[in-house]
C-alpha cells in the first residue's frame, strides 16, 4: 500500500525559506519510472504543479519558481524534500506531494496548509 | 508551457442526468510513438486531497466508478459523468503529463442541480 505524507511548517515569515518534507512507504525511489512531484493549492484556486524528481534523480521545475525552488531525494529515509525561498503571502497554499509511476499522479498525500504571515 | 483551458468553469447537473466536462490544451498532448495521449482527469473534494480518475485520456483508474470515462485525443478532451450521483459533488481538474511543466486546467466545479 503507498501512502505519502507531507510534514513542514504551518506557518513562515515573508523572506523566509519553507523547506517541506514527503515521507512515503509501499514504494522506493529506486525503481524505474518512479516520482514523486510537489503540487500546491491556493485557498480558493486551482492546483498548481511546482517540482518533480525521479528515481534517476531527473528533476523538473515550475518555470515561473524555477528559481526559489530545490527538490531532493533521500532514497534511504524515503524522503523527498522540496525547498522555496523568499516565501510571500501569495504563497500560502495547502501543499501536497505526490506518486508518479509513469506521468499521472497516482496516489497524493493529504496535504499541509502553509501559511505566509508576518 | 502546455496551457490546459476547461470548459465550463462549473456546472449544475440533476442526479442521474449527465455531466461533461472539456478540456483543451494548447499544444498536442498525444505521443505517435506509443499512440498515447498524455492526459489525466483528476476529482477534488474540499479537505481531501485529489483522486486521480482517468490516465492516458480514458483509462479508468482501478476502483473508479464505469459512470466516469473520457475521450478525446491530440488537444480537445472531455470528462463524462454518465449518471450523476451526490458523491460525485467535487471539482474535476484534467491535467497534461506530456511535457514539463506538468500543467493543470483551471478546474471544474460540479454540483446538484
Known amino acids: 500500500q503507498i501512502t505519502l505524507k507531507e510534514s513542514g511548517p504551518t506557518v513562515v515569515k515573508p523572506t523566509q525559506t519553507l523547506t517541506l518534507t514527503c515521507t512515503f512507504s509501499g514504494f522506493s525511489l529506486r525503481t524505474n519510472e518512479v516520482g514523486v512531484g510537489w503540487i500546491r493549492q491556493p485557498p480558493g484556486k486551482a492546483l498548481e504543479w511546482l517540482a518533480l524528481i525521479y528515481w534517476d534523480d531527473d528533476k523538473l521545475y515550475s518555470p515561473s519558481l524555477n528559481s526559489r525552488l530545490t527538490i531532493t531525494k533521500d532514497t534511504s529515509k524515503n524522503q523527498v524534500v522540496l525547498t522555496m525561498t523568499n516565501m510571500d503571502p501569495v504563497d500560502t497554499a495547502t501543499y501536497y506531494c505526490a506518486y508518479t509511476n509513469w506521468g499521472a499522479f497516482e496516489l497524493w498525500g493529504q496535504g499541509t496548509m502553509v501559511t505566509v504571515s508576518s | 508551457d502546455i496551457v490546459m483551458t476547461q470548459s465550463p468553469d462549473s456546472l449544475a447537473v440533476s442526479l442521474g442526468e449527465r455531466a461533461t466536462i472539456n478540456c483543451k490544451s494548447s499544444q498536442s498532448v498525444f505521443s505517435s510513438a506509443n499512440n498515447k495521449n498524455y492526459l489525466a482527469w483528476y476529482q477534488h473534494n474540499p479537505g481531501q486531497p485529489p483522486k486521480l480518475l482517468i490516465h492516458w485520456a480514458s483509462t479508468r483508474e482501478s476502483g473508479v466508478p464505469d459512470r466516469f470515462s473520457g475521450s478525446g485525443s491530440g488537444t480537445d478532451f472531455t470528462l463524462t459523468i454518465s449518471s450523476l450521483q451526490a458523491e460525485d459533488v467535487a471539482v474535476y481538474y484534467c491535467?497534461?503529463?506530456?511535457?514539463?511543466?506538468?500543467?493543470f486546467g483551471q478546474g471544474t466545479k460540479v454540483e446538484i442541480k
Open positions: 491535467q497534461q503529463y506530456y511535457s514539463s511543466p506538468r500543467t
